[in-house]
Structures are given as C-alpha cells and as structure tokens.
C-alpha cells in the first residue's frame, strides 16, 4: 500500500515562470520518501547516520504532466519494490489536489522513480539491504 504525504507548494519551490522548478520535484519525492520511513519505524535520524551502510540514489527519472504552483496543495504517493537483495526503487505519483470545497478530482502532476543501493560506507561494495529497511521495503 502506498504511502501518502501531503504538503503545499512554497514559493521557495519554483522558478521564475512561476512554476515548481524541475529539480525541486525529486527534493519533493525525497521528503515524502523521509516521511514515509520515519512511518514505517525507521527513525531519519538513525537511517541516515552512518552504521557501516549507505544507501545512495543511484538513478532517478521524472515526468512532468501538469505545472504545480506556489499555494498548490500536493499529495505525494511513495510505493517501494524490492529490485534485488542489495537495491529498491520508489515510485512517486505527485498529485494536485483540487481547492477546499471543490468537488474536482485530484489530478496527476508528475511521476517519479528512483532507484537506491545498499552500500559499505567503508569500502563501497554493495551490501544486502539491513533488515529494518528489507521488511519496509517488501511490505510495499
């Protein structure tokens, strides 16, 4: 089941047209992503200090279906798959959601995926995924 994290878009977000600048959807995506950990019992604090692994991005891909700007009211879907014993992705759906009171549907704003690896901090070599983060991972 996927997770969901709502948050408004913030000046701070977009660009000088006005719009949600491109980079910034996967500094959204990564939020949810926190969000969704922290959920799942898997305290930010501790995930990403270093115990010996690492978990990088290792590839991240998005596509832009309709312009969000500042005051926009945006959930954030996050669904993790295993790909191997040492690697994940997540897909992201961004979606906009309609006005107070209005009765349009939520629409599509972007898609997102990112692919991350388990990775000695010592040596880089890859590492099979600690459990805590295999169990949230398969649960998705």
Known sequence: MPFSHT??????DTD????????RYLAICHEAYEEALANAGLPIS???????????????????????VCG???RVEVTPCRLKEDSFALEFVLWRQAAPGSTAPEKR?????TEHICLSSENRERLPLPPALATWVDAG
């Open 109 to 113: 704003a972007a898609v997102a995926r």
């Open 46 to 68: 501790r995930f990403f200090a270093d115990h010996g692994i690492v978990v990088p991005v290792a590839k991240s891909e998005c596509a832009y279906l309709r312009p969000l």
């Open 16 to 23: 000088a047209a006005g719009v949600v600048f491109f980079a």
């Open 72 to 74: 926009d009211k945006v």
């Open 7 to 12: 948050r408004t878009i913030r000046f701070a």
